[in-house]
C-alpha cells in the first residue's frame, strides 16, 4: 500500500491479542537528503477490549435517541469506568476512551434533565 510522504498511515497491530485492540500508525517523513523513511510507530489508539466494550455501551444508550432513555445506564458505565480505571494497567488508548465516555455521559445528563437516582449520587 502506498502512502504520499508526510501523511500518516494507520494499520492493525500484527501482535494484538484477544485482550486488546490496537491501530498503531506512523508517518512517512523525508530525511535531510529528501530520502523517504518510516518514522517510529504510535500505539496512542491501543486500547484493551474492556474499554473498548464500555465505549460500546455508551454507543448503545445514546443510540436510543430519547433523552430520559439515553440517561438510564449512564451510572453504571461511570461505575464500570471506575473500576477498571482503579484495579489495572491501562493503554494510552484507554485513557482517550475515558476521556471520551465521560464526555458522553455528562453531555447526556446535561441535556437529559437527569434526575440522579440514590445510587447515581456518592
Known amino acids: 500500500m502506498e502512502n504520499p510522504c508526510g501523511t500518516p498511515m494507520a494499520h492493525p497491530h500484527p501482535k494484538s491479542l484477544h485482550e486488546w485492540y490496537c491501530t498503531t500508525s506512523r508517518r512517512c517523513s523525508l530525511d535531510h537528503r529528501g530520502m523517504a523513511f518510516w518514522e517510529q510507530p504510535s500505539y496512542a489508539r491501543c486500547i484493551t477490549n474492556e474499554f473498548r466494550y464500555l465505549q460500546q455501551s455508551v454507543q448503545g444508550h445514546l443510540a436510543k435517541g430519547q433523552r430520559m432513555l439515553a440517561g438510564d445506564g ?9 473500576d477498571l480505571t482503579q484495579r489495572r494497567n491501562f493503554y494510552a488508548g484507554d485513557l482517550l476512551s475515558s476521556v471520551e465516555i465521560l464526555r458522553n455521559v455528562t453531555e447526556t445528563f446535561k441535556r437529559a434533565s437527569y434526575e440522579p437516582s440514590s445510587d447515581d449520587v456518592q
Open 74 to 82: 449512564m451510572s453504571q458505565v461511570t461505575k464500570n469506568l471506575l
